[in-house]
């Protein structure tokens, strides 16, 4: 579910970049960067998190008693 939040949260700064491009548009391309640059942080941080958990997960030792 955190995937998906990061991927939605770069797609709308990805558009409210095209916005700010737009004339006379009222978008901030500072605060643009900045969300766009938090967003896509977690996003590779969630990501690989992912994989090392459940993609490449490593074996699991057996009880020893």
Do not use: D, E
Request: net charge positive; hydrophobic share 50%; glycine share 6%.
């Amino acid at each position: 579910v955190q995937i998906l939040q990061m991927v939605v949260g770069v797609y709308v700064c990805s558009h409210g970049w095209r916005l700010s491009q737009q004339p006379g548009s009222f978008v901030n391309k500072n605060v643009i960067i900045a969300g766009f640059s938090m967003y896509a942080s977690y996003l590779a941080l969630f990501m690989q998190f992912f994989i090392h958990r459940y993609v490449v997960a490593p074996t699991r030792k057996a009880k020893t008693l």
